[in-house]
T-cell receptor, first 114, second 108 residues
Framework: DTGVSQDPRHKITKRGQNVTFRCDPI?????LYWYRQTLGQGPEFLTYFQNEAQLEKSRLLSDRFSAERPKGSFSTLEIQRTEQGDSAMYLC????????????FGNGTRLTVT | QKEVEQNSGPLSVPEGAIASLNCTYSDRGSQSFFWYRQYSGKSPELIMS????GDKEDGRFTAQLNKASQYVSLLIRDSQPSDSATYLCAMAGNQFYFGTGTSLTVIP
C-alpha cells in the first residue's frame, strides 16, 4: 500500500492558462474522488469515479473543470482558462466500494493562479 | 442538500485536558462517519471511523455516535501539543460530506 499519490505538489500559473493534475489511487481502490479546499473551509466535493465511470459531478462545478479516469486507475483533473478564484488545494482521495470504507487522501496539489 | 455542521472554534485546551469536538448531520439515513485530522498546509488524515450508535475508543481518541440525535463527537484525552490541528467530521454517502472543521489548539 503506497498510498494516494498526487502530482504536482504545487502549481503556479497565470490567469487564463490551462492546468492538469494527476492522481494515482491506492491500487485496490475502485473509487476515486476529487475535492477542492480553500483556507478555513472543509473539502468541497468536485467529482468521483467508480472504476472508469464518472458517477457524480458537483453542480457547482464550472464547465472549465473536467476529470477523467480512462483505464480505471489514475485520474486527471484539468482546469481550463484558470481564474484567481481557482486558487486552492486540490485533493484526491480513494476508497473501496462499500459504505464503511473511509477516504484516503493524497498530499494534494496547491494551485496558485496569479 | 446533505450537510455536516461543526463549530469552527477555535477551541483551546491546556495540555493533559480532554478536548471535545462536536458535529451534527442532516441525513438521517447515513450509516458511516469519520473524523480526520488536518495539520496546516497538509491533507486530511483519517483518525477514527464509527458506524454504530455508542462509543468507539482507539488510544486517546473516543468517537461517539448518536443516530437518533444525528450527532457525532470526538473526545481526545490527555491532549498533547501535537494534537493541535483542524479536525474534520465527515459523513459517507455516494460522496463524502465534510464539515468546515474545528481548529484545536493545545496549550503547553
Amino acid at each position: 500500500d503506497t498510498g494516494v499519490s498526487q502530482d504536482p505538489r504545487h502549481k503556479i500559473t497565470k490567469r487564463g492558462q490551462n492546468v492538469t493534475f494527476r492522481c494515482d489511487p491506492i491500487s485496490e481502490h475502485n473509487r476515486l474522488y476529487w475535492y477542492r479546499q480553500t483556507l478555513g473551509q472543509g473539502p468541497e466535493f468536485l467529482t468521483y469515479f467508480q472504476n472508469e465511470a464518472q458517477l457524480e459531478k458537483s453542480r457547482l462545478l464550472s464547465d472549465r473543470f473536467s476529470a477523467e479516469r480512462p483505464k480505471g486507475s489514475f485520474s486527471t483533473l484539468e482546469i481550463q482558462r484558470t481564474e484567481q478564484g481557482d486558487s486552492a488545494m486540490y485533493l484526491c482521495a480513494s476508497t473501496k466500494t462499500g459504505g464503511n470504507s473511509p477516504l484516503h487522501f493524497g498530499n494534494g496539489t496547491r494551485l496558485t493562479v496569479t | 442538500q446533505k450537510e455536516v455542521e461543526q463549530n469552527s472554534g477555535p477551541l483551546s485546551v491546556p495540555e493533559g485536558a480532554i478536548a471535545s469536538l462536536n458535529c451534527t448531520y442532516s441525513d438521517r439515513g447515513s450509516q458511516s462517519f469519520f473524523w480526520y485530522r488536518q495539520y496546516s498546509g497538509k491533507s486530511p488524515e483519517l483518525i477514527m471511523s464509527i458506524y454504530s450508535n455508542g462509543d468507539k475508543e482507539d488510544g486517546r481518541f473516543t468517537a461517539q455516535l448518536n443516530k437518533a440525535s444525528q450527532y457525532v463527537s470526538l473526545l481526545i484525552r490527555d491532549s498533547q501539543p501535537s494534537d493541535s490541528a483542524t479536525y474534520l467530521c465527515a459523513m459517507a454517502g455516494n460522496q463524502f460530506y465534510f464539515g468546515t472543521g474545528t481548529s484545536l489548539t493545545v496549550i503547553p
